[in-house]
Protein backbone atom coordinates (compact mmCIF):
# COMPACT_ATOMS: atom_id res chain seq x y z
CA UNK A 1 0.00 0.00 0.00
CA UNK A 2 1.11 3.34 -0.95
CA UNK A 3 -0.43 6.74 -0.13
CA UNK A 4 0.55 9.19 -3.21
CA UNK A 5 -0.25 12.69 -3.72
CA UNK A 6 1.31 14.76 -6.96
CA UNK A 7 4.43 15.53 -4.45
CA UNK A 8 4.31 12.78 -1.88
CA UNK A 9 4.71 8.94 -2.05
CA UNK A 10 3.89 7.67 1.77
CA UNK A 11 5.08 4.25 2.14
CA UNK A 12 4.08 2.27 5.10
CA UNK A 13 8.25 -0.21 5.36
CA UNK A 14 7.55 -4.19 5.26
CA UNK A 15 9.65 -5.55 7.91
CA UNK A 16 12.47 -6.41 4.92
CA UNK A 17 12.23 -2.42 4.36
CA UNK A 18 12.63 -1.53 7.22
CA UNK A 19 15.76 -3.20 8.16
CA UNK A 20 16.91 -2.20 5.11
CA UNK A 21 16.26 1.31 7.09
CA UNK A 22 18.35 0.72 10.02
CA UNK A 23 21.55 0.03 7.29
CA UNK A 24 22.75 3.18 6.23
CA UNK A 25 21.15 4.15 3.07
CA UNK A 26 20.49 0.75 2.04
CA UNK A 27 16.80 1.19 1.86
CA UNK A 28 17.00 3.84 -0.79
CA UNK A 29 19.51 1.59 -2.44
CA UNK A 30 16.87 -0.71 -2.69
CA UNK A 31 13.67 2.10 -3.88
CA UNK A 32 16.36 3.45 -5.96
CA UNK A 33 15.70 6.77 -4.88
CA UNK A 34 18.33 9.65 -3.88
CA UNK A 35 21.08 8.72 -1.07
CA UNK A 36 21.12 11.03 1.63
CA UNK A 37 22.87 11.45 4.72
CA UNK A 38 20.44 9.91 7.15
CA UNK A 39 21.46 9.23 10.67
CA UNK A 40 19.09 7.13 13.09
CA UNK A 41 20.13 6.87 16.59
CA UNK A 42 21.16 3.72 18.13
CA UNK A 43 18.46 3.84 20.49
CA UNK A 44 15.76 3.78 17.37
CA UNK A 45 17.92 1.24 15.90
CA UNK A 46 17.60 -0.90 18.50
CA UNK A 47 14.09 -0.40 19.41
CA UNK A 48 13.31 -1.53 15.91
CA UNK A 49 15.38 -4.15 15.97
CA UNK A 50 14.26 -6.06 19.16
CA UNK A 51 11.03 -4.34 19.57
CA UNK A 52 8.92 -3.20 16.07
CA UNK A 53 9.80 -5.96 13.67
CA UNK A 54 8.99 -8.64 16.54
CA UNK A 55 5.80 -6.59 16.22
CA UNK A 56 5.20 -6.21 12.60
CA UNK A 57 5.98 -10.23 12.42
CA UNK A 58 4.05 -11.61 15.14
CA UNK A 59 1.09 -9.16 14.03
CA UNK A 60 1.71 -9.09 9.80
CA UNK A 61 -1.82 -8.26 9.35
CA UNK A 62 -1.20 -4.89 11.57
CA UNK A 63 1.89 -4.26 10.24
CA UNK A 64 1.53 -0.40 9.24
CA UNK A 65 0.41 0.43 13.00
CA UNK A 66 4.44 -0.44 13.92
CA UNK A 67 6.31 0.32 11.32
CA UNK A 68 7.85 3.59 9.71
CA UNK A 69 6.07 5.10 7.07
CA UNK A 70 8.42 7.07 4.42
CA UNK A 71 7.68 10.31 3.01
CA UNK A 72 8.99 10.31 -0.34
CA UNK A 73 9.62 13.87 -2.04
CA UNK A 74 8.73 12.96 -5.52
CA UNK A 75 10.47 15.79 -7.26
CA UNK A 76 13.79 15.29 -5.44
CA UNK A 77 13.28 11.59 -5.01
CA UNK A 78 14.13 11.39 -1.39
CA UNK A 79 13.02 10.64 1.76
CA UNK A 80 12.36 14.02 3.40
CA UNK A 81 10.46 12.63 6.65
CA UNK A 82 9.52 9.44 8.60
CA UNK A 83 5.83 8.77 10.34
CA UNK A 84 4.37 5.98 12.66
CA UNK A 85 1.76 4.88 14.27
CA UNK A 86 2.85 4.17 18.36
CA UNK A 87 1.29 0.78 18.33
CA UNK A 88 -2.47 -1.03 17.50
CA UNK A 89 -5.32 1.40 18.49
CA UNK A 90 -6.62 0.85 21.56
CA UNK A 91 -10.33 1.69 22.11
CA UNK A 92 -10.55 3.88 18.42
CA UNK A 93 -7.82 5.50 19.45
CA UNK A 94 -4.19 5.71 18.27
CA UNK A 95 -0.97 7.44 18.82
CA UNK A 96 1.46 9.27 15.73
CA UNK A 97 4.84 10.73 15.12
CA UNK A 98 6.71 11.90 12.86
CA UNK A 99 9.62 14.10 11.50
CA UNK A 100 10.72 15.91 8.63
CA UNK A 101 14.32 15.71 8.16
CA UNK A 102 15.97 19.20 8.19
CA UNK A 103 16.74 19.65 4.78
CA UNK A 104 12.77 19.83 4.08
CA UNK A 105 12.01 21.82 7.44
CA UNK A 106 9.28 24.66 6.31
CA UNK A 107 7.67 23.33 3.29
CA UNK A 108 4.70 21.89 4.26
CA UNK A 109 5.29 18.88 3.49
CA UNK A 110 4.36 16.92 6.34
CA UNK A 111 1.38 19.24 6.87
CA UNK A 112 0.56 17.31 3.83
CA UNK A 113 1.52 14.10 4.85
CA UNK A 114 -0.45 13.91 7.92
CA UNK A 115 -3.57 15.10 6.21
CA UNK A 116 -4.00 12.44 3.63
CA UNK A 117 -2.75 10.10 6.77
CA UNK A 118 -5.70 10.74 8.96
CA UNK A 119 -7.59 10.61 5.68
CA UNK A 120 -6.92 7.05 4.97
CA UNK A 121 -7.08 6.29 9.12
CA UNK A 122 -10.38 7.40 8.99
CA UNK A 123 -11.49 5.79 5.84
CA UNK A 124 -9.73 2.15 6.20
CA UNK A 125 -9.98 1.65 10.05
CA UNK A 126 -12.31 1.80 12.67
CA UNK A 127 -10.24 4.76 14.73
CA UNK A 128 -12.35 7.14 15.97
CA UNK A 129 -9.23 9.82 17.32
CA UNK A 130 -5.60 10.58 16.73
CA UNK A 131 -3.64 11.44 19.28
CA UNK A 132 0.20 13.25 19.13
CA UNK A 133 2.40 14.91 21.88
CA UNK A 134 4.75 17.51 20.88
CA UNK A 135 7.01 19.72 23.36
CA UNK A 136 5.43 23.19 24.36
CA UNK A 137 8.24 24.95 22.14
CA UNK A 138 8.04 22.95 18.83
CA UNK A 139 6.03 25.26 16.70
CA UNK A 140 6.27 23.42 14.30
CA UNK A 141 4.63 20.49 14.63
CA UNK A 142 2.49 22.13 16.79
CA UNK A 143 1.09 24.14 13.50
CA UNK A 144 1.45 20.82 11.67
CA UNK A 145 -1.48 19.86 13.85
CA UNK A 146 -3.27 22.79 14.10
CA UNK A 147 -3.46 22.94 10.19
CA UNK A 148 -5.04 18.98 10.62
CA UNK A 149 -7.93 20.00 13.07
CA UNK A 150 -5.84 18.55 15.87
CA UNK A 151 -7.04 20.31 19.54
CA UNK A 152 -5.57 20.83 22.47
CA UNK A 153 -6.45 17.96 24.55
CA UNK A 154 -4.03 17.98 27.55
CA UNK A 155 -0.96 19.76 28.70
CA UNK A 156 2.13 18.06 30.73
CA UNK A 157 4.72 19.88 32.39
CA UNK A 158 6.67 20.97 29.03
CA UNK A 159 4.41 18.48 26.56
CA UNK A 160 0.96 19.12 24.96
CA UNK A 161 -1.10 16.58 23.78
CA UNK A 162 -3.28 17.21 21.07
CA UNK A 163 -6.49 14.96 19.31
CA UNK A 164 -8.19 14.72 16.26
CA UNK A 165 -11.51 13.66 16.33
CA UNK A 166 -13.02 11.67 13.19
Known sequence: MIIETEELKIIPLNSKQLLSYTEGNQLEKELRIH???RFMSETVKMKILSKILK???E???NFYFYTFWIIILKKENEIAGEFCFKGKP???RVEIGYA???KFHNRGIMSKSIEKIIEWVFINTEITNIIAETDSQNLSSIQ???KNKFKLFQSQANNFIWMRTK
Open 144 to 146: VLK
Open 100 to 102: TFP
Open 59 to 61: DEE
Open 35 to 37: EKD
Open 55 to 57: NIN
Open 90 to 92: KNG
